[in-house]
């Protein structure tokens, strides 16, 4: 679900550190160095990388924009390969009779039927189109705020990676710990004290 979406799923961050010289320039770089590839390769399984929220499948930042005021807005596009199971069960079926056949035999070895299964998966991920995920992300530089529209643990994981990668800044998901240590205006101690709190399970 995305930004403009009527609903929302939404990962909270806080950016730890900052950008030292041209925050817009080194924020460009990045993208443009992390963006997803034009040109999809026919082998990966996966490929993620970054695309300007206007234009998901042409991931040109120089053309379209991705700063609006103090904010910074862009997308993380994943694609990824997925051969249904049952696929690659017919295909290892029908190339293990062909083989049978060409070889007068009536069984095959173990390692001949892994060489096989290599092939049928190489051959059916060359075929197999990429199906995209575009999942839009919202930073707020000054207030060190970063929002990632989705909450799936997979996504959460590659962008948590991708970001730090890209920008050189590690980005901390927030809950109500994290939100005490990186949001909150409460002193040391009272910090120390809320780090120790433990659940309390009432029963009436």
Same mark, same amino acid.
Not at 2 to 27: D, F
């Given at each position: 679900?995305?930004?403009?979406?009527?609903?929302?799923?939404? %990962?909270?961050?806080?950016?730890?550190?900052?950008?030292?010289? %041209?925050?817009?320039?080194?924020?460009?770089?990045?993208?443009?160095?992390?963006?997803?590839?034009?040109? /999809?390769?026919?082998?990966?399984?996966?490929?993620?990388? $970054?695309?300007?929220?206007?234009?998901?499948?042409?991931?040109?930042?120089?053309?379209?924009?991705?700063?609006?005021?103090?904010?910074?807005?862009?997308?993380?596009?994943?694609?990824?390969?997925?051969?249904?199971?049952?696929?690659?069960?017919?295909?290892?079926?029908?190339?293990?009779?062909?083989?049978?056949?060409?070889?007068?035999?009536?069984?095959?070895?173990?390692?001949?039927? %892994?060489?096989?299964?290599?092939?049928?998966?190489?051959?059916?991920?060359?075929?197999?189109?990429?199906?995209?995920?575009?999942?839009?992300?919202? $930073?707020?530089?000054?207030?060190?705020?970063?929002?990632?529209?989705?909450?799936?643990?997979?996504?959460? /994981?590659?962008?948590?990676?991708?970001?730090?990668?890209?920008?050189?800044?590690?980005?901390?998901?927030?809950?109500?710990?994290?939100?005490?240590?990186?949001? %909150?205006?409460?002193?040391?101690?009272?910090?120390?004290?809320?780090?120790?709190?433990?659940?309390?399970?009432?029963?009436?």
């Amino acid at each position: 679900m995305g930004l403009i979406s009527s609903t929302h799923a939404i %990962s909270r961050y806080h950016v730890e550190g900052n950008i030292e010289g %041209s925050i817009l320039e080194e924020v460009r770089d990045a993208l443009i160095k992390n963006a997803i590839p034009k040109i /999809e390769s026919e082998y990966d399984e996966i490929s993620a990388g $970054w695309v300007p929220v206007e234009s998901p499948y042409n991931p040109d930042f120089e053309k379209f924009p991705f700063q609006f005021g103090t904010t910074f807005l862009f997308s993380l596009r994943i694609d990824k390969k997925s051969i249904p199971a049952k696929l690659v069960q017919k295909h290892i079926a029908i190339e293990i009779e062909k083989k049978k056949e060409n070889s007068g035999r009536d069984f095959l070895s173990k390692n001949e039927k %892994s060489e096989i299964k290599e092939m049928v998966m190489d051959v059916l991920m060359h075929k197999m189109p990429s199906i995209p995920n575009i999942y839009d992300v919202l $930073w707020q530089y000054e207030e060190q705020n970063l929002y990632l529209f989705t909450t799936q643990k997979a996504a959460n /994981e590659f962008f948590e990676t991708i970001f730090l990668k890209s920008f050189k800044l590690k980005p901390i998901r927030l809950f109500p710990y994290t939100i005490v240590e990186k949001k %909150s205006k409460f002193t040391a101690t009272q910090k120390d004290r809320l780090l120790t709190l433990t659940p309390f399970k009432y029963l009436r």
